[in-house]
């Protein structure tokens, strides 16, 4: 409770006895015992109270309709702050709704809607012509149209980006012809986004990474992460992903 409550109430209690209704009393002690200014109001109220009724009590006539009139304005005004209370509260879980449903809205408008047929297009579309295939995301992820090495596109996987450190990398999988066994080729742009001082040449247990680069390769650096698979004296780790010896026509 309030001291302008506090006010109001304390103007309608009686020492012998009040209109106030048991909450409200309870409310307003509470208040009382807590607000020191409020209780030295109180206590005054009380005092002139009582003189009032031993004047009273000494036969002054009370105005007809006093007593109704005080306890219906009390009333109504205790009526008042529930209804203030009742609205405020209505209010807030309109906003609270009406924020929610336009939240809804948006997200259903700004969520992506994944279709299988467009997804088995795409596949289709991927195996019967890997080399447009390729092409086509080439160009969609500006870059060059050359991939560094004569990769061998019927062994491809995958196009796509992945996540490197914080960056969103393209990337193309491909598969070994006959082994368990990938080459990732990923297209690391120049353009500063990146630190690419790390790049280089390394070796794990199961795979390597072999990194391309030079002036031919304007705008990107390429790294192919691949797994260790046996080759020829002199051939190159990545030679079972790549075009068979003869097959040298550009694809793309």
């Not at 009393?25 to 109270?49: E, I, T, V, Y």
């Not at 691949?226 to 992903?241: C, I």
Request: some cysteine; aromatic content about 6%.
């Amino acid at each position: 409770m309030l001291c302008r409550d506090a006010q109001f109430y304390l103007r309608l209690r009686r020492p012998a006895g009040d209109e106030l209704g048991a909450d409200v009393a309870a409310d307003l002690d509470r208040h009382l015992a807590g607000c020191p200014a409020c209780a030295a109001d109180a206590q005054a109220a009380l005092g002139f109270d009582r003189a009032v009724a031993s004047v009273m009590r000494g036969g002054v006539p009370v105005p007809a309709g006093l007593r109704d009139a005080l306890v219906s304005q009390a009333s109504t005004y205790h009526g008042t702050l529930i209804r203030r209370k009742a609205y405020q509260v209505a209010s807030a879980a309109a906003a609270v709704l009406l924020a929610v449903g336009i939240g809804a809205g948006v997200v259903s408008v700004s969520r992506p809607k994944i279709d299988t047929n467009d997804m088995l297009v795409q596949a289709d579309a991927q195996l019967q012509n890997p080399d447009a295939a390729l092409a086509a995301w080439l160009a969609q992820q500006k870059l060059p149209g050359q991939l560094p090495l004569p990769f061998n596109t019927d062994l491809l996987v995958t196009l796509g980006t992945e996540r490197v450190q914080g960056a969103d990398v393209p990337v193309a999988v491909f598969r070994h012809p006959t082994q368990s066994g990938f080459a990732k080729l990923y297209f690391f742009r120049t353009d500063g986004t990146a630190n690419l001082n790390g790049l280089r040449d390394t070796n794990a247990s199961l795979t390597m990474a072999t990194v391309i680069e030079g002036p031919q390769h304007r705008g990107v650096k390429y790294v192919v992460v691949h797994t260790f698979h046996p080759v020829g004296e002199g051939d190159q780790p990545l030679k079972p992903f790549l075009r068979p010896t003869g097959d040298t026509a550009a694809r793309l």
